[in-house]
């Protein structure tokens, strides 16, 4: 059973970068693509963008300008970095493992999330 | 770029009852949709992939059928655990891209 901890600074400032890490234990790194995804409060989920195992990234068109999806495969562990923060990036932030192929990928396994909150 | 529409956006029921949840897609994407629940202060959850297979663990009362447009999450009999907020969700090939739909809330009448 693959389990994902993330871990990252809850407390931002604006103009500043957003950190996030997730581990993945207990599974494969390889095969998968590895997601961020976010919640901000009262709304629903936004896909933020994947990386595969060999380093191969996608995002999100509206975020791709100051997003950077990072992997260390020999750690098993996948990053995200959000620069230039505004008080629109607060929101909850999960990492999930992205199973199946091309249109079929679906997220069977997330992290326990990391709310964010950018304030001044 | 695909766009997921989820309807209603609330769904006001007692335990029990049957809750059907729709999702639209503006363009056809076969079979490949998956449904997702969300609690207060957890992470979603997978429950259904590929429009109609349970993910493992998921009871038999969550169902999904569908193809090409149109999708349907069925909630055979509504269970207190089951009030929560559900999503669907597609990826495209190209432009590589995941989507969610904006959601449907089921809340206790």
């Known amino acids: 059973q693959v389990q994902l901890q993330q871990w990252g600074a809850g407390l931002l400032k604006p103009s500043g970068t957003l950190s996030l890490v997730c581990a993945v234990h207990?599974?494969?790194?390889?095969?998968?693509?590895w997601n961020w995804i976010r919640r901000p409060p009262g709304k629903g989920l936004e896909w933020i963008g994947e990386i595969s195992h060999g380093g191969s990234t996608n995002y999100n068109p509206s975020l791709k300008s100051r997003v950077t999806i990072s992997v260390d495969t020999s750690k098993s562990q996948f990053s995200l970095k959000l620069n230039s923060v505004t008080a629109a990036d607060t929101a909850v932030y999960y990492c999930a493992r992205g199973v199946g192929r091309l249109a079929t990928i679906h997220l069977d396994d997330w992290g326990q999330g990391t709310l964010v909150t950018v304030s001044s | 770029e695909i766009v997921l529409t989820q309807s209603p956006a609330t769904l006001s029921l007692s335990p029990g009852e049957r809750a059907t949840l729709s999702c639209r897609a503006s363009?056809?994407?076969?079979?490949?949709l998956a449904w997702y629940q969300q609690k207060p202060g957890q992470a979603p959850r997978l429950l259904i992939y590929?429009?109609?297979n349970r993910a493992t663990g998921v009871p038999a009362r969550f169902s999904g059928t569908g193809s090409g447009t149109d999708f349907t999450l069925t909630i055979g009999s509504l269970e207190p655990e089951d009030f929560a907020v559900y999503y669907c969700q597609q990826r495209t090939n190209w432009p590589p891209r995941l989507t969610f739909g904006g959601g449907t809330k089921v809340e206790i009448k």
């Open positions: 590929d429009a109609s």
């Open positions: 207990g599974g494969s790194f390889r095969d998968y693509f």
């Open positions: 363009l056809s994407i076969g079979n490949y």
